[in-house]
């Protein structure tokens, strides 16, 4: 079984949601899946540095602040540095998601951060593999109603409480994100 670690930073509470349906959507994959949280003040324990490091896949998350990731996840990327040096996460599976307040919110900025980072380390991207929900007939809730390829994006209004945000077709999409995630892994990483 392969091991999906999902490190993120949550502000308010709405990206720890956008997480943990990543996670059901890996565990659903068949994969085994570890939630790491990034610290209030962007910092991570040894045993959590270590779960990403014996991992097969790492997933980014972050909310999008003022069109970028939060400081935290900027501070904990910064971080990886030591490890990019020996090449530690060379050809791990990774991807990304993001929440913020608005559809648009400049989240793509964030993404390919995210990105970036992860080809920084030599890693290999997943993308949500969705097709957008862009007809006529779409709802809010539909499937990739936002319409992300390269990573997940969820929205939660400004005004909402972790419990109203991300709405409830944004955490679908981010369960078959997940599921995706661990499907690739076992498909495409050596036993």
Known sequence: MKK????????????VKAAEAVQAGVIAGQA????????????????????????DAIVFGSPTYMGMASWQFKKFADATS???????????????????????GDKASTINYLFTLAQQHGMLWVGT???PSNSKAAQRNDINYIGASAGLMTVS???STPEEGPLPGDLETAKLFGQRI??????????
């Open 129 to 131: 593999g969705l097709l």
């Open 32 to 55: 085994e899946a570890h939630l790491v949280a990034i610290g209030a003040e962007g910092t991570l324990t040894d045993e959590q540095w270590a779960t990403l490091n014996t991992a």
């Open 82 to 104: 030591r490890i990019w040096f020996t090449q530690g996460w060379k050809n791990k599976l990774a991807a990304g998601f993001t929440n913020s307040a608005t559809m648009n």
């Open 4 to 15: 999906v670690a999902i490190v993120f930073h949550s502000g308010y509470g709405h990206t």
């Open 157 to 159: 209004p400004s005004d």
């Open 182 to 191: 661990a499907e690739t892994a076992a498909r495409l990483l050596p036993a």
